[in-house]
């Protein structure tokens, strides 16, 4: 152990101040990614009293499930007001800032190696608990305070250009939903001269199927014909360790799938993997959405800019060409809501790629199409989706090396 290491309980004390006098009425939880979030906790009738308070710079803990999820959720609050916790979390803060910094010890515990350690120390339990003694057992690295200070600023600088290029993402993706509403829902879509085709006495044809007016030469047509090819994708065996112990082919879940233009993904499979599936390399400009998930994953879409290889939770559209399949995305992510309420089944309703392929969607004339430009957004997304990947190896890096930091 390097001469800087300390055991962390020396720094740290618990909390334990409830909610007595009802302070607060925000209950939030902690997920497996370090995230304080709203808690999805029914607490109607349950005495909130008894529940714990986190105010700024303090820490909440889960200790429960480290050896079951492999990771241990905390996080550090930066809020300026106060809120609750589960009282079944540990609320703890460091004894003296002035030696060693919040932020720096949020850092230290975002580490992967750090979560690997947790792990390790987990009890016989069932759900793998991390007993407070071995977390506080375990060992960080102190450096000068200085020290400490400029690394987080190095890294605050990382996490706020992330930050700021996922707000442009979002801006970008609701301008383009927009566009994409006033072209092809309301039907303003620039005519020869430039000007709004509808109010400007663009001719329109009654369309008997919408119960409306449509533009004359667009027609009604359903997802799988308005497509070039449907497919949907599959998992390799994971007791084949040659399916999966390779960069081969990109592999998505559907969890990745989440409204975004896609530049990569989380895991890959073998050649091998996917002869031996019914997974399918698809092309640059496949159209996802997911079939089912928890929470608000069913129904959202994806922009495949690489060539790569889905879950079978999964559907992908294939379309002739770029300006049908910018098209087919920014009509689900509009629609996504009404989609999702499509799924049927037991339990848990799911949508189906026959449900998703049966879907009536307006098909325009694609010269109208092509003038929609929704291309761009893509191109920009991608951009700022790649710059994000960097940034993101750089902070995991930077990371890595706080094990290496000297006194």
């Given amino acids: 152990m390097r001469s800087n290491y300390r055991r962390l309980g020396d720094y740290i004390q618990e909390l334990k101040f409830r909610n007595t006098e009802e302070k607060t009425e925000q209950l939030l939880g902690i997920n497996i990614d370090k995230f304080f979030m709203p808690s999805v906790a029914n607490v109607v009738g349950t005495d909130l009293s008894v529940y714990k308070l986190v105010r700024k710079n303090q820490f909440a803990c889960n200790r429960m499930h480290v050896g079951r999820d492999y990771r241990l959720p905390i996080s550090m609050s930066k809020a300026e007001n106060e809120f609750m916790v589960s009282p079944a979390y540990d609320v703890f803060e460091i004894k003296d800032t002035a030696v060693l910094n919040p932020e720096f010890l949020m850092m230290w515990f975002s580490r992967k190696e750090f979560d690997r350690n947790a792990w390790f120390y987990t009890d016989a339990d069932v759900r793998g608990g991390l007993p407070w003694k071995s977390f506080s057992d375990m060992q960080l690295p102190v450096p000068h305070p200085d020290k400490q200070r400029e690394i987080v600023k190095e890294y605050n600088v990382i996490q706020d250009r992330i930050a700021l290029n996922q707000q442009l993402i979002q801006k970008l993706e609701e301008t383009a939903k927009t566009i994409y509403r006033e072209w092809f829902v309301e039907f303003e879509f620039p005519d020869e001269n430039g000007k709004p085709y509808k109010s400007n006495g663009g001719e ?44 081969d082919i990109p592999w998505l879940k559907t969890g990745e799938v989440c409204n975004r233009v896609l530049i990569a993904s989380e895991e890959y499979i073998s050649f091998e993997g996917c002869k031996n599936s019914s997974a399918k390399i698809l092309p640059v400009n496949t159209v996802l959405i997911a079939m089912y998930g928890e ?7 994806g922009y495949l800019r690489f060539e790569a290889t889905i879950n079978q939770a999964c559907c992908a559209m294939i379309c002739e060409n770029e300006h ?3 098209f087919l995305y920014y009509y689900l992510r509009t629609n996504q809501a009404q989609i999702a309420s499509l799924a049927n089944g037991g339990a848990q309703p799911n949508l189906s790629k026959e449900i998703i392929g049966n879907i009536r969607i307006i098909k325009p004339l694609l010269n109208d199409i092509k003038k929609h430009h929704l291309m761009k957004f893509i191109d920009y997304c991608e951009g700022l989706e790649k710059e994000n990947l960097k940034l993101t190896e750089m902070k995991e890096l930077l990371l890595s090396r706080l094990a290496k930091i000297e006194s």
């Fill in 295 to 301: 929470g608000k994953t069913k129904g959202q879409a």
């Fill in 204 to 247: 329109m044809v009654w369309c008997e199927e919408l119960d409306r007016d449509i533009p004359k030469g667009w027609e009604v047509v359903s997802i799988k014909d308005f497509c070039f090819e449907m497919k949907s994708g599959g998992t390799p065996s994971r007791d084949n360790i040659n399916y999966w112990n390779s960069r």
């Fill in 324 to 326: 049908h399949s910018t």
